[in-house]
Nanobody, 127 residues
Framework: QVQLVESGGGLVQAGGSLRLSCAASGLTFSNYAMGWFRQAPGKEREFVATRGRSSDITYYADSVKGRFTISRDNAKNTVYLQMNSLKPEDTAVYYC????????????????????WGQGTQVTVSS
């Protein structure tokens, strides 16, 4: 049974930083691309960042480029999202996702590419 468990969310002032973690179990972690999505109240879930299986391929949403960094530790079955220079518009529930699907480079930003999801962690940025 695949489980993805996020942690590290919280309340932070604008300009601050947070580091999210997602611990995976029940899968061969190195065979899966990992990603982060977020969903703000009243909005659709949107792509944030992803790192491929090989760990050297990353993609970011334009809104977080230069501020967020995704990394993974295959030895610990964990993916991280370092979030710096946070803005109030970054407020959302952040979800970790995993996929072993094909066409990663074309489909990573699509919600239905990702087969497994965590329960989410709340990030609130105050102005």
């Amino acid at each position: 049974q695949v489980q993805l468990v996020e942690s590290g969310g919280g309340l932070v002032q604008a300009g601050g930083s947070l580091r999210l973690s997602c611990a995976a179990s029940g899968l061969t972690f190195s065979n899966y691309a990992m990603g982060w999505f977020r969903q703000a109240p009243g909005k659709e879930r949107e792509f944030v960042a992803t790192r491929g299986r090989s760990s050297d391929i990353t993609y970011y949403a334009d809104s977080v480029k230069g501020r967020f960094t995704i990394s993974r530790d295959n030895a610990k079955n964990t993916v991280y999202l370092q979030m710096n220079s946070l803005k109030p518009e970054d407020t959302a529930v952040y979800y970790c996702a995993a996929s072993s699907g094909l066409n990663y480079g074309l489909r990573y930003h699509q919600y239905n590419y990702w087969g497994y999801w965590g329960q989410g962690t709340q990030v609130t940025v105050s102005s």
